[in-house]
């Protein structure tokens, strides 16, 4: 039973271990000692960690399951992420942008079961993102960053590949990262722990870097990884952890 599991837990991550339940129960049934790891060290421990804050920790757990197209897991995180303070304007913005990091189907594999999770916490339109904001500017070291990207990416691929260039201009990078209800250091966030927990280490040194140009801290960018282990596995982090240590090595002090 749960209280045979004597592990303090409090908050929402409480609500998340009691939430589970049932799912507890089928697990005892078949893996034991995966119960006993769930809620001692996953729900009691990890998710208690101070480097990272419970919202942080939604975050990054809502890009990775998505990123995993692990839908059948996203209610009880999607619950656990409002009650950790993610808005469900910011939740909105996280699943489409996956949809560009991710994959149509995945991001619309999360729309399924979040409208149900929306529509029982009376979460209308009112509280989601318009479909056309007014985006965020640019200032001048953001602008001179982007003709770089635009510049280099261009000169590598874009006699081969005019098409994914362009778009990746125009729709990625130039509308919606600038899309004002999820912060830049946010969909920094989401980008790097999808990148992770989908194993495309080749993509995460230019991310990583550009989420602590964002404001990501060292210690936080660990933290992330650390967390990620026991959802997207331990080959996955260890595959990410000399990209990341690359990146920390180079950065200016």
Same mark, same amino acid.
Not at 227 to 246: E, Q, R, T
């Given at each position: 039973?749960?209280?045979?599991?004597?592990?303090?837990?409090?908050?929402?991550?409480?609500?998340?271990?009691?939430?589970?339940?049932?799912? @507890?129960?089928? !697990? &005892?049934?078949? +893996?034991?000692? $995966?119960?006993? #790891?769930?809620?001692?060290? *996953?729900?009691?421990? %990890?998710?208690?960690?101070?480097?990272?804050?419970?919202?942080?920790?939604?975050?990054?757990?809502?890009? @990775?399951?998505? !990123? &995993?197209?692990? +839908?059948?897991? $996203?209610?009880? #995180?999607?619950?656990?992420? *409002?009650?950790?303070? %993610?808005?469900?304007?910011?939740?909105?913005?996280?699943?489409?942008?996956?949809?560009?990091?991710?994959?149509?189907?995945? !991001?619309?594999?999360?729309?399924?079961?979040?409208?149900?999770?929306?529509?029982?916490?009376?979460?209308?339109?009112?509280?989601?993102?318009?479909?056309?904001?007014?985006?965020?500017?640019?200032?001048?070291?953001?602008?001179?960053?982007?003709?770089?990207?635009?510049?280099?990416?261009?000169?590598?691929?874009?006699?081969?590949?005019?098409?994914?260039?362009?778009?990746?201009?125009?729709?990625?990078?130039?509308?919606?990262?600038?899309?004002?209800?999820?912060?830049?250091?946010?969909?920094?966030?989401?980008?790097?722990?999808?990148?992770?927990?989908?194993?495309?280490?080749?993509?995460?040194?230019?991310?990583?870097?550009?989420?602590?140009?964002?404001?990501?801290?060292?210690?936080?960018?660990?933290?992330?990884?650390?967390?990620?282990?026991?959802?997207?596995?331990?080959?996955?982090?260890?595959?990410?952890?000399?990209?990341?240590?690359?990146?920390?090595?180079?950065?200016?002090?």
């Amino acid at each position: 039973m749960m209280k045979e599991i004597k592990v303090k837990l409090t908050g929402a991550v409480l609500a998340l271990a009691l939430s589970s339940a049932a799912q @507890a129960q089928d !697990a &005892r049934s078949v +893996a034991p000692a $995966l119960a006993k #790891y769930a809620q001692e060290r *996953l729900f009691g421990e %990890v998710w208690k960690r101070p480097g990272l804050s419970p919202r942080d920790r939604s975050v990054a757990t809502l890009a @990775a399951l998505i !990123a &995993r197209n692990q +839908a059948h897991e $996203l209610p009880r #995180y999607v619950n656990l992420a *409002l009650d950790n303070g %993610v808005k469900p304007a910011e939740i909105s913005e996280l699943i489409t942008h996956l949809a560009f990091y991710s994959g149509w189907a995945n !991001a619309m594999a999360a729309v399924s079961v979040t409208k149900d999770v929306f529509a029982k916490r009376r979460i209308g339109a009112e509280q989601l993102p318009a479909a056309s904001p007014k985006l965020l500017p640019m200032n001048e070291a953001a602008q001179k960053a982007e003709k770089e990207r635009e510049t280099r990416v261009g000169q590598q691929f874009g006699a081969a590949f005019p098409g994914v260039v362009q778009y990746t201009t125009d729709i990625l990078f130039l509308d919606l990262w600038q899309r004002p209800d999820l912060a830049p250091r946010d969909r920094s966030l989401v980008t790097i722990s999808a990148l992770i927990a989908s194993g495309q280490t080749a993509q995460l040194s230019g991310h990583l870097n550009r989420a602590m140009d964002n404001g990501l801290t060292q210690q936080q960018a660990s933290e992330v990884l650390t967390h990620l282990a026991f959802y997207a596995g331990w080959p996955n982090i260890f595959s990410a952890m000399p990209v990341a240590k690359d990146v920390f090595e180079k950065r200016p002090k």
